[in-house]
């Protein structure tokens, strides 16, 4: 009988402790599935953050295309800003030039009507002369048209 208790004192244990372990392995495989979801869900995280790190390399990649695309016309307009300014200054010289001649072309027109005035005031001071002249030859010639007659007169007297 002491065998007896004895084996069943040493069963009531081992049912224990294989209560135990059951209660162990319980705790391991909720465990275990909860570290097989949390693997889970860190997978479908990385997936996701590296379909982000993916279309982030894309866009990089777009922008740094148009960046370079940027620079370009950037340095095209700043070539045809120069062209621009090369060709404006070439007009201010040709106006400045045009504007020297013009005003060159002003004095010399300017010149010419003083001296087509002083001209003018010398032909009417000659045509008055002349019409002077003329009155006096006619005087003259009346005079001596008299004279003449006077002269047959008195020859024929």
Same mark, same amino acid.
């Given at each position: 009988?002491?065998?007896? *208790?004895? $084996?069943?004192?040493?069963?009531?244990? $081992?049912? #224990?402790? /294989?209560? @135990?372990?059951?209660?162990?392995?319980?705790? /391991? =495989?909720?465990?275990?599935?909860?570290?097989?979801? *949390? +693997?889970?869900?860190?997978?479908?995280?990385?997936? @996701?953050?590296?379909?982000? /790190?993916?279309?982030?390399?894309?866009?990089? =990649? @777009? $922008?740094?295309?148009?960046?370079?695309?940027? *620079? #370009?016309?950037?340095?095209?307009?700043?070539?045809?800003?120069?062209? &621009?300014?090369? *060709?404006?200054?070439?007009?201010?010289?040709?106006?400045? #030039?045009?504007?020297?001649?013009?005003? !060159?072309?002003?004095? $010399?027109? @300017?010149?010419?009507?003083?001296?087509? /005035?002083?001209?003018?005031?010398? +032909?009417?001071?000659?045509?008055? !002369?002349?019409?002077?002249?003329?009155?006096?030859?006619?005087?003259?010639?009346?005079?001596?048209?008299?004279?003449?007659?006077?002269?047959?007169?008195? &020859?024929?007297?």
């Amino acid at each position: 009988s002491k065998m007896k *208790s004895k $084996i069943e004192k040493d069963k009531v244990q $081992i049912m #224990a402790e /294989v209560q @135990d372990v059951r209660a162990a392995t319980d705790e /391991v =495989g909720r465990s275990k599935a909860s570290a097989e979801k *949390s +693997y889970r869900n860190l997978i479908a995280t990385l997936n @996701d953050l590296n379909k982000k /790190v993916e279309e982030a390399n894309l866009n990089l =990649g @777009d $922008i740094e295309l148009g960046k370079r695309r940027l *620079s #370009a016309e950037n340095a095209e307009l700043l070539h045809q800003l120069q062209e &621009l300014e090369s *060709s404006a200054n070439l007009l201010v010289k040709t106006k400045s #030039a045009l504007v020297a001649a013009l005003d !060159e072309q002003k004095r $010399i027109a @300017d010149d010419e009507a003083k001296e087509r /005035v002083a001209l003018l005031g010398k +032909y009417r001071n000659l045509e008055h !002369e002349a019409d002077g002249l003329k009155e006096n030859f006619d005087e003259e010639a009346c005079s001596k048209e008299n004279l003449a007659r006077q002269l047959n007169k008195a &020859l024929g007297d």
